[in-house]
């Protein structure tokens, strides 16, 4: 009873239904998915796919890295600079990925790393920006990306982000398409289940982007978390749309601590 109490106080502040105001937000004891239960997309994967993964050779995400370690070094644009012109070795964008999203200082828009990306490009090299899901932009997320691997997600405290955070989660509860399913009906009371031929995982964000098979390339979470929207008959937000960027958030804070996975391959 009394955690049903709590999740209620929680999803009234969802709703916005209480002037308590964001410090009301899921706390840690409002998680539907508890940290310690917290496990990574890799292990509800077969044998095959798990060993694709593993093997740095086969890993087909490898074409991808090595494409955006050449772009990272390319001069481009008007001023014909690279990435490492201002950045240096890749490899210092080391823990960078894991601020995403996050406020963009400047516009105080919700930027994701692809955003950000886009905008050193349009803005700094003064080039044509790479549009969502394109080979360019996939590889250079997929090598910053890299520079994090290993390391554990986390949520960040920063108060202005709390409005977003409690928008994605807000989201995740609401049931959606003709299936009227949400995401935390299939991620948090069913993961470990078989769904048709497989296994349900927690939803979680960790490998992104990552190379899945059934796409027979790298893709973003939010071509991911598309395929979920889709699978449930439910419309789509646009690639750059800020609901998918909120449900980002929200999924970094629901499962901090997982590590990193670059590169990553799913089914
Ligand atoms: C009808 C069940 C269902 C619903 C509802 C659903 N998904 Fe999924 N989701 C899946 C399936 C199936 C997969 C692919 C296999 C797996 O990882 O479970 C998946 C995969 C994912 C992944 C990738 C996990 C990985 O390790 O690669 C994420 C992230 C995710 N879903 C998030 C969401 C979010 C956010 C929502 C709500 C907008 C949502 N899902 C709604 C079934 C669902
Ligand atoms: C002319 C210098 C310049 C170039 C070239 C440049 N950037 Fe940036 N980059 C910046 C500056 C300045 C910032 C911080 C302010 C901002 O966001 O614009 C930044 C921020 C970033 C960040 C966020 C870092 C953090 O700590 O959060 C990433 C990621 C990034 N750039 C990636 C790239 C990529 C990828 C390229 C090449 C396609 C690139 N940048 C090219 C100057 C540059």
Same mark, same amino acid.
């Given at each position: 009873?009394? @955690?049903?109490?709590?999740?209620?106080?929680?999803?009234?502040?969802?709703?916005?239904?209480?002037?308590?105001?964001?410090? @009301?937000?899921?706390?840690?004891? +409002?998680?539907?998915?508890? /940290?310690?239960?917290?496990?990574?997309?890799?292990?509800?994967?077969? %044998? +095959?796919?798990?060993?694709?993964?593993?093997?740095v050779q086969a890993n087909p995400a490898q074409l991808w890295l090595a494409q955006g370690r050449a772009l990272w070094?390319?001069?481009?644009?008007?001023?014909?600079?690279?990435?490492? @012109?201002?950045?240096?070795?890749?490899?210092?964008?080391?823990?960078?990925?894991?601020?995403?999203?996050?406020?963009?200082?400047?516009?105080?828009? #919700?930027?994701? /790393?692809?955003?950000?990306? =886009?905008?050193?490009?349009?803005?700094?090299?003064?080039?044509?920006? %790479?549009?969502?899901?394109?080979?360019? #932009?996939?590889?250079?997320?997929?090598?910053?990306?890299?520079?994090?691997?290993?390391?554990?997600?986390?949520?960040?405290?920063?108060?202005?982000?709390? %409005?977003?955070?409690?928008?994605?989660?807000?989201?995740?509860?609401?049931r959606q398409g003709q299936l009227n399913l949400a995401c935390t009906h299939c991620h948090d009371r069913h993961w470990g289940r078989r769904f048709y031929t497989d296994q349900l995982?927690?939803?979680?964000?960790?490998?992104?982007?990552?190379? =899945?098979?059934?796409?027979?390339? /790298?893709? @973003?979470?939010?071509? =991911?978390?598309?395929?979920?929207?889709?699978?449930?008959?439910?419309?789509? %937000?646009?690639?750059?749309?800020?609901?998918?960027?909120?449900?980002?958030?929200?999924?970094?804070?629901?499962?901090?601590?997982?590590?990193?996975?670059?590169?990553?391959? =799913?089914?």
């Amino acid at each position: 009873m009394r @955690s049903r109490a709590r999740r209620w106080r929680c999803l009234i502040a969802l709703t916005g239904l209480t002037g308590l105001g964001a410090a @009301s937000l899921c706390q840690a004891q +409002d998680r539907l998915l508890p /940290l310690a239960a917290v496990r990574s997309g890799l292990e509800f994967a077969g %044998p +095959d796919v798990k060993a694709m993964q593993a093997d740095v050779q086969a890993n087909p995400a490898q074409l991808w890295l090595a494409q955006g370690r050449a772009l990272w070094d390319a001069p481009a644009g008007a001023g014909q600079r690279a990435c490492s @012109s201002c950045h240096g070795a890749v490899t210092r964008m080391q823990g960078v990925a894991l601020r995403y999203p996050r406020l963009q200082a400047k516009t105080g828009r #919700l930027f994701n /790393l692809e955003d950000q990306v =886009r905008h050193c490009v349009a803005e700094q090299q003064q080039a044509p920006a %790479p549009t969502f899901e394109s080979d360019a #932009l996939l590889a250079l997320t997929a090598v910053i990306t890299q520079a994090s691997d290993g390391l554990a997600l986390r949520s960040d405290a920063d108060p202005a982000l709390q %409005p977003h955070l409690q928008a994605g989660a807000e989201l995740y509860q609401r049931r959606q398409g003709q299936l009227n399913l949400a995401c935390t009906h299939c991620h948090d009371r069913h993961w470990g289940r078989r769904f048709y031929t497989d296994q349900l995982s927690q939803g979680q964000p960790n490998g992104y982007p990552l190379y =899945r098979l059934e796409w027979q390339q /790298l893709g @973003s979470l939010e071509r =991911r978390l598309r395929s979920c929207y889709v699978g449930i008959r439910a419309e789509p %937000p646009d690639f750059g749309a800020i609901e998918l960027r909120q449900l980002s958030l929200y999924l970094n804070w629901r499962g901090a601590g997982l590590a990193v996975e670059m590169p990553a391959v =799913r089914k």
